[in-house]
């Protein structure tokens, strides 16, 4: 695990590396000798106060400009109704949008499900180490938890799924019309794929791998992937 979260950091965006969970301190932490007990609920309580101010913040964002996106679609089918050549610049520019705010919104629900990953498994060390049982009474404390709760982004990006396929969709009357959408698609998916797009794939994989990688479930188990 601790070589995932390391790639799982490297491929985040810069701005939030700082933001994962010290895995790797920690298990060195509890290596030799272990903390007392208050100790180490006192650093996982600091961590859990950093993920959740992280995503609360994240999460406002995301409202934010999930109603200021919804706002620019409109005014563009106000302005340009069912012919898209004449706003063919800002249409492009939409989508750009749109797969970037969909990229980030998968990204902070992987980001979400990494660092859950992280504490159960800690825990799970920490018990081992010292011979207690710290982790299940923890576990339903982090489960209360807003880093936790992400069924609101989950519900904006299946939202903004629909409305992708909704834009990128080209209409049946008119070959030359679907050159052009499908031309639009590729060139907003290749504007985001060096950076937001890549990382969103490599999230998608990575939380279907952690469901994957444990065929029994558990107290500890993550939900069903909901995106």
Avoid at 48 to 72: G, P, S, W
Avoid at 180 to 204: K, M, P
Wanted: net charge neutral; proline share 4%; charged share 30%.
């Amino acid at each position: 695990f601790g070589k995932r979260i390391k790639e799982q950091i490297q491929e985040s965006l810069p701005e939030w590396r700082d933001k994962f969970l010290r895995y790797k301190e920690l298990k060195n932490l509890i290596s030799s000798p272990a903390p007392s007990e208050s100790i180490f609920v006192g650093l996982l309580n600091d961590e859990i106060d950093k993920f959740n101010a992280f995503f609360v913040e994240q999460e406002e964002d995301f409202v934010i400009h999930h109603k200021e996106l919804q706002y620019r679609i409109q005014r563009l089918v106000e302005k340009c109704g069912h012919n898209d050549e004449i706003c063919r610049e800002e249409i492009g520019e939409i989508r750009k949008d749109i797969v970037n705010f969909h990229g980030e919104m998968v990204l902070l629900v992987n980001y979400s499900n990494i660092n859950y990953t992280g504490l159960a498994k800690i825990l799970k060390k920490y018990d081992k180490r010292r011979g207690g049982r710290l982790r299940s009474p923890f576990i339903q404390k982090v489960l209360r938890q807003p880093f936790f709760k992400t069924d609101l982004v989950s519900r904006l990006v299946r939202e903004w799924e629909t409305t992708m396929d909704a834009m990128f969709s080209p209409p049946s009357d008119s070959s030359s019309s679907i050159a052009d959408a499908e031309g639009h698609e590729r060139s907003a998916v290749a504007a985001a794929g060096e950076g937001i797009f890549r990382n969103t794939v490599a999230a998608l994989l990575t939380m279907r791998e952690m469901r994957r990688v444990s065929s029994t479930h558990s107290a500890f188990s993550l939900p069903p992937l909901n995106l």
